[in-house]
């Protein structure tokens, strides 16, 4: 093999602790962040050229790097545009196009201030549009996939830049065809909002922030970490000796930080990672975890 360019803008020996909400990890080899879309595909190449491993990250909010080193290229998505599409339809809904590197807090704000509604619960939220998409972020009852039209992606094998309409993204739960293959990155998304009035928004947005500063931890974490059981409960005696499980049942969901307070582990600790005593379903870090 001959001599490889250098991948202007690259770094090495990176800690990547600070980039990622727990700030728990390692060292990169290498670490890049792409800004542009020929940037990724300049640094995919170089990692293929040079035929060594590539994790891709954005806000890396639910990203646990190991403490040893990673012997490889990380590149953070960090284009971060957010627009109105020119073919939105302007009285009853709009389209906006938002790149990967997005933070979603953004991404809400300028929703609001466009009076448009859809996005106010992803107010608060330390990940970014391509996460968030990756894998179908939900909360109070919303979910990513609800919103997505279709997705911009780079191929990693064929290096070709695709679009992907929501009925082939196939979301689920907490999953979608982003998560299931490895071949595909997020760029960008067209999100599809419904036009609203500008201080109900701004009251929706309130009311998250506020939930989300009153019930959660604020220490590092990666957000609640398991999916909700979506199950009814049947059982008579069950229900007889724990009655709260009936209104889960209306629900159609049993909070996962419910089950884990029931089973005594609130609090619990190991070492310097704790399952929160505020929420159960939030594991932290209290400090050199």
Same mark, same amino acid.
């Given at each position: 093999?001959?001599?490889?360019?250098?991948?202007?803008?690259?770094?090495? !020996?990176?800690?990547?602790? +600070?980039?990622?909400?727990?700030?728990?990890?390692?060292?990169?080899?290498?670490?890049?962040?792409?800004?542009?879309? !020929?940037?990724?595909?300049?640094?995919?190449?170089?990692?293929?050229? %040079?035929?060594?491993?590539?994790?891709?990250?954005?806000?890396?909010?639910?990203?646990?790097?190991?403490? /040893?080193?990673?012997?490889? %290229?990380?590149?953070?998505?960090?284009?971060?545009?957010?627009?109105?599409?020119?073919?939105?339809?302007?009285?009853?809904?709009?389209? $906006?196009?938002?790149?990967?590197?997005?933070?979603?807090?953004?991404?809400?704000?300028?929703?609001?201030?466009?009076? %448009?509604?859809?996005?106010?619960?992803?107010?608060? $939220?330390?990940?970014?549009?391509?996460?968030?998409?990756?894998?179908?972020?939900?909360?109070?009852?919303?979910?990513?996939?609800?919103?997505?039209?279709?997705?911009?992606?780079?191929?990693?094998?064929?290096?070709?830049?695709?679009?992907?309409?929501?009925?082939?993204?196939?979301?689920?739960? /907490?999953?979608?065809?982003?998560?299931?293959?490895?071949?595909?990155?997020?760029?960008?998304?067209?999100?599809?909002?419904?036009?609203?009035?500008?201080?109900?928004?701004?009251?929706?947005?309130?009311?998250?922030?506020?939930?989300?500063?009153?019930?959660? +931890?604020?220490? +590092?974490?990666?957000?609640?970490?398991?999916?909700?059981?979506?199950?009814?409960?049947?059982?008579?005696?069950?229900?007889?000796?724990?009655?709260?499980?009936?209104?889960? !049942?209306?629900?159609?969901?049993? +909070?996962?930080?419910?089950?884990?307070?029931?089973?005594?582990?609130?609090?619990?600790?190991?070492?310097?990672?704790?399952?929160?005593?505020?929420?159960?379903?939030?594991?932290? !870090?209290?400090?050199?975890?």
């Amino acid at each position: 093999m001959g001599k490889i360019d250098e991948l202007k803008g690259v770094k090495k !020996n990176v800690v990547l602790a +600070p980039y990622t909400t727990y700030k728990i990890g390692g060292k990169a080899k290498y670490f890049f962040e792409a800004k542009k879309k !020929n940037e990724l595909i300049s640094a995919i190449k170089w990692a293929k050229e %040079l035929r060594t491993p590539c994790f891709v990250i954005g806000g890396a909010s639910n990203v646990l790097f190991l403490d /040893k080193n990673f012997n490889g %290229l990380v590149i953070k998505i960090c284009n971060s545009a957010i627009k109105i599409s020119d073919s939105a339809n302007k009285i009853l809904d709009c389209n $906006v196009v938002a790149e990967a590197g997005a933070k979603l807090g953004k991404l809400a704000d300028f929703a609001a201030k466009n009076y %448009l509604s859809g996005l106010e619960w992803i107010s608060g $939220v330390p990940g970014t549009v391509g996460g968030a998409i990756f894998g179908n972020a939900q909360a109070f009852g919303c979910k990513m996939a609800d919103m997505v039209e279709s997705v911009e992606v780079l191929d990693i094998n064929s290096l070709e830049i695709k679009n992907i309409i929501k009925k082939d993204c196939d979301f689920s739960t /907490k999953n979608s065809v982003f998560k299931k293959g490895k071949n595909l990155i997020i760029i960008s998304a067209v999100l599809k909002l419904k036009k609203g009035d500008r201080e109900n928004i701004k009251n929706k947005i309130e009311e998250v922030l506020s939930y989300r500063k009153n019930k959660h +931890p604020r220490l +590092p974490s990666a957000g609640s970490v398991f999916v909700n059981s979506e199950v009814k409960i049947t059982d008579e005696k069950l229900l007889e000796k724990f009655p709260e499980l009936a209104l889960f !049942n209306k629900r159609d969901a049993i +909070p996962s930080a419910y089950l884990i307070e029931k089973c005594g582990l609130k609090g619990k600790k190991i070492g310097k990672a704790q399952i929160s005593e505020k929420h159960a379903n939030f594991i932290v !870090n209290l400090g050199g975890a």
